[in-house]
């Protein structure tokens, strides 16, 4: 089976891991009790099973810190000091949790199994550093935090159920459903984002035709001043032609004369 590997950012979702493989494996009494004589064989075993658990669910880093423990509860009291630290830390670590745990709502964009995720990965980690916190303070805490789109659901549940009897799940349950009536009839949003996209196609075929224009523009402003320079370079050309006849013009007239 795959086990679980410790890192630097997985510390609370490994440990709660490990003690349930360590139950898994009947082993959970010598991690946290400890072996009171090594004398005992059956004892031992366990312990040495643990032990040999704990060095194959670390990466290199951690076995640095474990790798001279004897036994494995040696070893997970290393893990949790290093993780969790002293009384002081996880006193400044749950108040930061209870402080985002406060002022956490559900935002505009949110969906309810996103929203679910976000307060229990929060409810998890304050539980992990010992905040007494039961599920109906979190479904408390979901259904006065919830968008006034689901307002009237609220109210349904509350009418109906005993909220104190409820389950995480349960209520995760009615509220998707409900959202999914709400997407099913509000057919004017999908109207408006289709609508949205539309405008978006034809401002960029407006932009498309707009610079085309000023290019076509460009080309034939300079074509035109081309033409433009060329008809006066004829012209001038031309006259000064004209200004060499009318001198030829003259000095024959000048000439007869004289004769």
């Known amino acids: 089976m795959g086990l679980p590997v410790l890192t630097?950012?997985?510390?609370?979702?490994?440990?709660?891991q490990m003690k349930v493989l360590f139950r898994y494996q009947e082993v959970i009494e010598v991690v946290q009790d400890g072996v009171l004589s090594l004398d005992q064989s059956e004892t031992q075993k366990?312990?040495?099973?643990?032990?040999?658990?704990?060095?194959?669910?670390?990466?290199d880093v951690h076995f640095e810190k474990i790798q001279n423990a004897m036994t494995a509860k040696e070893a997970w009291d290393i893990l949790v000091t290093s993780h969790a630290g002293g009384d002081k830390i996880k006193k400044v670590k749950l108040q930061s949790l209870r402080k985002q745990y406060e002022l956490l709502h559900m935002e505009e964009?949110?969906?309810?199994?996103?929203?679910?995720?976000?307060?229990?990965?929060?409810t998890n980690q304050m539980k992990g550093y010992?905040?007494?916190?039961?599920?109906?303070?979190?479904?408390?805490?979901?259904?006065?935090?919830?968008?006034?789109r689901f307002?009237?659901?609220v109210v349904a549940i509350e009418e109906s159920k005993d909220v104190t009897l409820m389950k995480i799940e349960e209520l995760q349950s009615s509220l998707e459903a409900h959202e999914l009536r709400l997407i099913?009839?509000?057919?004017?949003k999908k109207a408006e984002q289709a609508l949205k996209a539309t405008h978006k196609d034809d401002d960029r075929r407006k932009d498309k035709r707009w610079k085309g224009k000023q290019n076509f523009n460009r080309r034939k402003t300079s074509q035109e001043w081309s033409e433009s320079s060329d008809k006066r370079g004829r012209s001038k050309f031309n006259q000064k032609k004209f200004d060499k006849s009318k001198v030829c013009y003259i000095r024959k007239v000048s000439i007869l004369l004289l004769e």
């Open 130 to 148: 010992g905040e007494a916190i039961t599920d109906t303070m979190i479904i408390e805490k979901i259904m006065r935090s919830l968008l006034p």
């Open 46 to 59: 366990k312990d040495n099973k643990a032990l040999f658990l704990i060095h194959q669910c670390v990466d």
């Open 109 to 122: 964009g949110d969906k309810v199994g996103e929203y679910f995720t976000k307060i229990l990965t929060i």
């Open 151 to 153: 307002d009237f659901i």
């Open 8 to 16: 630097n950012k997985n510390w609370d979702r490994w440990q709660t």
């Open 184 to 188: 099913e009839r509000n057919p004017i």
